[in-house]
T-cell receptor, first 118, second 112 residues
């Protein structure tokens, strides 16, 4: 249990186009989803926290108009990179938390999406 | 705010030898600590976690970690490394809002 999927696993797009990345919790309802980006040979940097039915909370320095996050259901969150540019090329990883009574929520990570902007 | 330091950027170990990866954290309250492993181009897999209780935590793939509050450390160990353990390892600390802060990672290379 606690499987998180991402789609697509990799995407190549032209500069100026928008790209949507989906994050799904397959076998549980995710109260909160997180979006990270990871540059080559570097650590994960939290971009935003997404709660179902409410606006995402962005970390300092992350442009909310650039990285649109929608969390329309308890099993799906989407990240849209708008007007993508080569500097947006990165590995994007989502995670989802599952509420378990009496236990601290744990984050389950998706396999990541490799975005390359030409 | 919480933070994590992984002092070793890269470690090379012989197959069958023991492995220890260091992790130091900074957090004002009781930390929630995690170790993850990432293979190239893949997502993160949880190796083990510490929330409370026994300070020696057993994880998957033969890994264990020990929480030492006095040293603000949560070092990861494995008695005998296999070639398949070559990967990137991340230590993370979680706060009450469930956000995770990750260390910079340690790359483990296993030589035959």
């Amino acid at each position: 249990g606690a499987v998180v999927s991402q789609h697509p696993s990799w995407v190549i797009c032209k500069s100026g186009t928008s790209v949507k990345i989906e994050c799904r919790s397959l076998d549980f309802q995710a109260t909160t989803m997180f979006w990270y980006r990871q540059f080559p040979k570097q650590s994960l940097m939290l971009m935003a926290t997404s709660n179902e039915g409410s606006k995402a909370t962005y970390e300092q320095g992350v442009e909310k108009d650039k990285f649109l996050i929608n969390h329309a259901s308890l099993t799906l969150s989407t990240l849209t990179v708008t007007s993508a540019h080569p500097e947006d090329s990165s590995f994007y990883i989502c995670s989802a938390t599952r509420r378990v009574a009496g236990m601290r929520n744990e984050q389950f990570f998706g396999p990541g999406t490799r975005l390359t902007v030409l | 705010a919480q933070s994590v330091t992984q002092p070793d950027i890269h470690i090379t170990v012989s197959e069958g030898a023991s492995l220890e990866l260091r992790c130091n954290y900074s957090y004002g309250a009781t930390p929630y600590l995690f170790w993850y492993v990432q293979s190239p181009g893949q997502g993160l897999q949880l190796l083990l976690k510490y929330f409370s209780g026994d300070t020696l935590v057993q994880g998957i793939k033969g890994f264990e970690a020990e929480f030492k509050r006095s040293q603000s450390s949560f070092n990861l160990r494995k008695p005998s490394v296999h070639w398949s353990d070559a990967a990137e390892y991340f230590c993370a600390v979680g706060a009450g809002d469930y956000k995770l802060s990750f260390g910079a990672g340690t790359t483990v290379t296993v030589r035959a």
